[in-house]
Nanobody, 117 residues
Framework: QLQLVESRGGLVQPGGSLRLSCAAS????????IAWFRQAPGKEREGVSC????????DYADSVKGRFTISRDTAKNVVYLQMNSLNPEDTAVYYC??????????WGQGTQVTVSS
């Protein structure tokens, strides 16, 4: 069974950068469509970015396009989310998830990212 563990987030100043990692174990990320989600206080969970299992193609929410980059290291079995030009609206708990069929079946525990001066 796939297990996902996100790296620690943290407090970042507006305009700053942070890289999150999602380490997989129990199976290889090559088999899964992987995505990053986030949930801000009082808001619904939203998809941020995803990366395809087949060809590594990526997609982004409009709110992060041009600022965030998702990537994967298949040798290390890790998916990354590089976040640049962070603003307070990016403050949220970030989760990585793996899809099976059409269901986001596997989830990490989440990591808090706070953007504040």
């Amino acid at each position: 069974q796939l297990q996902l563990v996100e790296s620690r987030g943290g407090l970042v100043q507006p305009g700053g950068s942070l890289r999150l990692s999602c380490a997989a174990s129990g199976s290889t990320i090559n088999f899964y469509y992987i995505a990053w989600f986030r949930q801000a206080p009082g808001k619904e969970r939203e998809g941020v970015s995803c990366i395809s299992s087949s060809d590594g193609s990526t997609d982004y929410a409009d709110s992060v396009k041009g600022r965030f980059t998702i990537s994967r290291d298949t040798a290390k079995n890790v998916v990354y989310l590089q976040m640049n030009s962070l603003n307070p609206e990016d403050t949220a708990v970030y989760y990585c998830s793996a899809q099976v069929s059409t269901t986001w079946r596997y989830w990490g525990q989440g990591t808090q990212v706070t953007v504040s001066s």
